[in-house]
């Protein structure tokens, strides 16, 4: 994180929150409906885990994650920001976040039982989150400008 100023770290999480409500839920809404997963986007329904609304949950969870984006691409990323997102969404949010944290959090088996149906959509989910936080992250710190 060494680098990494505070004005990155809060563009990251802005970039991570407006990923999570908008591609990340836009992709869940499409499993649901074709009815790959059972999550239902953009949820008002009380978190376990925080008491508010779940949507507000994810929205931070989403910034939080979009802060260790920040800290990992730099204050002035270079390349291909959606496929260096994609692959950091694959890696953190879903392999760390979801398939090891969420399950030990919970004292549930880790990686979803190494069920395959259950496994793709998350990473799936996170490629997208990813490419959208780092693609927003990149669109911020270049004053605006395409990356």
Do not use: K
């Not at 329904?45 to 994650?65: C, N």
């Not at 976040?97 to 919970?106: A, D, K, M, T």
């Not at 069920?115 to 669109?139: E, H, M, Q, R, S």
């Amino acid at each position: 994180m060494e680098g990494t100023s505070f004005n990155n770290l809060l563009m990251g999480f802005v970039a991570g929150a407006i990923a999570l409500v908008t591609v990340h839920e836009l992709i869940a809404l499409c499993l649901a409906d074709a009815g790959h997963i059972s999550r239902t986007p953009w949820s008002l329904e009380t978190s376990e885990l925080t008491g508010l609304p779940q949507i507000v949950t994810d929205v931070v969870w989403g910034g939080v994650w979009g802060m260790v984006f920040a800290a990992i691409l730099g204050n002035v990323p270079q390349g291909s920001m959606t496929v260096r997102g994609a692959i950091l969404g694959v890696v953190g949010p879903a392999l760390i976040g979801v398939l090891v944290l969420v399950p030990l959090v919970r004292g549930e088996t880790l990686f979803l039982n190494a069920n395959l149906d259950l496994i793709w959509p998350v990473l799936v989910l996170g490629a997208g989150f990813g490419a959208a936080t780092a693609w927003l992250y990149g669109f911020f710190t270049a004053g605006g400008r395409l990356p």
